[in-house]
C-alpha cells in the first residue's frame, strides 16, 4: 500500500474551502508592476510557446448584449504559470459615461490545486498587451533603420503604442491622425516624438511604420499610400469588416499571432475572412526561424492582430510576480 493510500481522507462533503487569502491588484497597481521592456520579450517568448504547442489558448467564446455591447472570455496556461482566465467586456457607449469602452477583469488560479490567487484589474492589460504585441511585430518585421511612424487612431490603444515604438526603434518622428483632431493634438501632446496632423495619407506616405489603431468599421488609409519597405500593424476589431484596407492583407506578406485568425469573429479578423489560412505567418514561427521574416528592404510587411489570450497571461503573470516580489499589496477573503 502506497504512502498515498495509508493516508486517512475525508469524505468530500466534510471538506470545506474556509477562508482564503487573494491578492487583488487595481489597474494602478498592474500598471506600477508590469516593465514594459519585460512585456515585449514576454509576449516574444509567449509566441514561441504557442508555436510550440507549449501553450494551451483555446478560442473565445462571445456573449452579446443587443445594442449595448459583447462580453469575452479568454484562458490561457502555460506550465510554470498561473492559470489566466480574463473577462473583457466592449461596450462604446461607455464614453458617453466617462467608462473605458473595453473593461476587464483577470482571475489567476494555482496550476497545482486550482484555487484562486490573484484577481486583477484587467482593463490596463488589454489594451498594453494589444499595443505590445504589434509594436512587437515591428520589431521583428520593420526594417531595423525605421525612423518615421504613423499612428492612427487617438485612444487607448494610440496612446499604448505611442509608448512603445520608442522602445523597439530609435524613431525621428511619430505622427498622430485621428478622426477628431482634438483627440490627436492632445495624445501627441504626450511624447517629444510625436506630432499631431490632419493629413493622414501625407503621414503614411513618409512612414516607415504604420500602426492602425482606430477600431474602425471601414479602412483608415489606402492601399497606394503605403511605401515600399513598409510594415503595417492593425489591432482594430470592428467586424464585419475593419480598418485594414483588404487588399494590403491578400497582396503583402501577413502575419499573424495564430491561424485562428482566418476563423468567423470574434474569433478571427473580419479583414482576413475569406483567405485561406496557408497565407499567413505566426509571428512564432518567425521568432523560432521556422519561417522568415522581412526578406528585402523594399518587401511591404502586414501584421493583423485579433488579440490572444496568451497575452494576458503573460502580462499578468509578470505583474503578479513583481507584486509578490515587491510586497505590500492588498487581499481579500475568498
Not at 502575419?255 to 476563423?263: H, P, R, S, Y
Not at 519561417?291 to 502580462?315: F, N, W
Amino acid at each position: 500500500m502506497s504512502a498515498a493510500e495509508k493516508q486517512p481522507v475525508r469524505a468530500a462533503f466534510e471538506i470545506k474551502k474556509g477562508a482564503w487569502q487573494v491578492m487583488t491588484l487595481s489597474e494602478a497597481d498592474v500598471e506600477k508592476h508590469l516593465d514594459l521592456q519585460e512585456l515585449l520579450d514576454g509576449l516574444d517568448e509567449g509566441f514561441r510557446g504557442i508555436e510550440l504547442g507549449e501553450i494551451q489558448c483555446p478560442p473565445r467564446p462571445k456573449v452579446s448584449v443587443n445594442g449595448k455591447g459583447f462580453s469575452l472570455a479568454m484562458a490561457a496556461w502555460r506550465p510554470g504559470m498561473q492559470i489566466t482566465v480574463k473577462i473583457v467586456n466592449v461596450f462604446d457607449g461607455n464614453l458617453n459615461i466617462d467608462l473605458p469602452n473595453h473593461l476587464a477583469m483577470i482571475n489567476l488560479f494555482d496550476p497545482d490545486t486550482g484555487a484562486t490567487s490573484c484577481v486583477m484589474d484587467g482593463t490596463y492589460i488589454t489594451g498594453i498587451r494589444t499595443a505590445a504585441s504589434a509594436v512587437l511585430s515591428a520589431r521583428m518585421l520593420s526594417r531595423s533603420g525605421s525612423r518615421i511612424a504613423t499612428v492612427i487612431g487617438a485612444g487607448v490603444q494610440g496612446r499604448e503604442h505611442l509608448r512603445l515604438l520608442p522602445l523597439i526603434r530609435d524613431l525621428d518622428h511619430i505622427n498622430v491622425c485621428s478622426l477628431r483632431f482634438d483627440d490627436a493634438h492632445k495624445l501627441a501632446s504626450r511624447s517629444e516624438l510625436a506630432r499631431a496632423t490632419t493629413d493622414v495619407e501625407a503621414a503614411v506616405r513618409e512612414s516607415d511604420i504604420v500602426c492602425l489603431a482606430a477600431h474602425s468599421p471601414t479602412p483608415v488609409i489606402q492601399r497606394e499610400w503605403i511605401k515600399p519597405g513598409t510594415h503595417v500593424s492593425s489591432v482594430g476589431y470592428c467586424p464585419p469588416d475593419g480598418e485594414l484596407p483588404k487588399e494590403l492583407a491578400r497582396e503583402h506578406r501577413l502575419f499573424v499571432e495564430t491561424l485562428d485568425a482566418f476563423q468567423p469573429a470574434p474569433v478571427g479578423c473580419g479583414e482576413l475572412a475569406g483567405l485561406d489560412a496557408s497565407t499567413g505567418t505566426t509571428l512564432g514561427a518567425v521568432a523560432l526561424g521556422r519561417k522568415p521574416g522581412r526578406l528585402s528592404d523594399v518587401e511591404i510587411t502586414v501584421y493583423k492582430a485579433m488579440g490572444v489570450a496568451m497575452e494576458d497571461m503573460v502580462a499578468a503573470n509578470l505583474a503578479y510576480q513583481r507584486a509578490k516580489q515587491a510586497g505590500g499589496y492588498n487581499v481579500m477573503a475568498w
